[in-house]
């Protein structure tokens, strides 16, 4: 069965480092997305991506935050100068559609920030 | 008001019984609603899409009342297996950009 993958499974960072998380969608879907869930907290949508273009972003998506899609099949989420409050674990999701009642996100294993 | 909203839990029952978790969500508007699952340090997974007719998978059956705005998660006969967290789950309008609003989940844990 086709997944999405994430690398790396966890990394750590200083404060004020840059970092990218690298995600592999499921290779015919279309739409990509990034969230994010603070350890003991909800899952929070950062980003949606469709047709190399942001389709909608969160509050917590500033400007410290970046999205790419380099080439067919990598998908990633750079953060360019890491804060504390950035620790968390990120989640890659890609789907088909969107907007699609029976639609579905299929989620990777995520990636592990620490900021130190 | 939370977007959704969830009672955390944890809900403990002996195997086999039936367990019932509730979500409410704020905007009327929205359009798609699931549960997912999630274990413990895992990726969300999705268990059900909700309707309004309401749907049934085995021994999981999801309604939702969009009057109330309401979304519900009945189990009946718990497995050891059914202990995670159920996440409610929203799409909210426009709906075409996939952003999905997570609830804080409600954690269930079934005994032996």
């Known amino acids: 069965e086709p997944e999405v993958t994430q690398t790396p499974s966890h990394q750590v960072t200083q404060m004020g480092q840059e970092v990218i998380l690298r995600c592999v969608p499921i290779?015919?879907?279309?739409?990509f997305y990034w969230y994010r869930q603070i350890l003991g907290q909800k899952v929070e949508f950062l980003v949606s991506?469709?047709?190399?273009?942001?389709?909608?972003k969160s509050e917590i998506f500033d400007d410290q935050f970046s999205v790419e899609r380099p080439d067919g099949s990598n998908f990633t989420l750079k953060i360019r100068s890491t804060k504390l409050e950035d620790s968390a674990m990120y989640f890659c999701?890609?789907?088909?559609?969107?907007?699609?009642?029976?639609?579905?996100?299929?989620f990777g294993p995520g990636t592990r920030l620490t900021v130190l | 008001r939370k977007e959704v909203e969830q009672d955390p839990g944890p809900f403990n029952v002996p195997e086999g019984a039936t367990v019932a978790f509730n979500c409410t969500y704020s905007?009327?508007?929205?359009?798609?609603f699931f549960w997912y699952r999630q274990d413990c340090r895992k990726e969300p997974k999705l268990l059900m899409s909700?309707?309004?007719s309401g749907n049934e998978d085995g021994r999981f059956t999801a309604q939702l009342n969009r009057a109330s705005q309401y979304i519900s998660l009945l189990i009946r006969d718990s497995k050891l297996s059914d202990s995670a967290t159920y996440l409610c789950?929203?799409?909210?309008?426009?709906?075409?950009?996939?952003?999905?609003?997570f609830g804080q989940g409600t954690t269930l844990q079934v005994k032996p």
């Open positions: 290779s015919n879907h279309l739409y």
């Open positions: 905007n009327s508007a929205s359009q798609s």
């Open positions: 789950v929203v799409n909210p309008p426009p709906g075409n950009t996939g952003k999905l609003i």
């Open positions: 999701a890609s789907s088909p559609l969107a907007g699609v009642d029976t639609d579905t996100q299929y």
């Open positions: 909700v309707y309004s």
């Open positions: 991506f469709y047709n190399n273009e942001i389709s909608e």
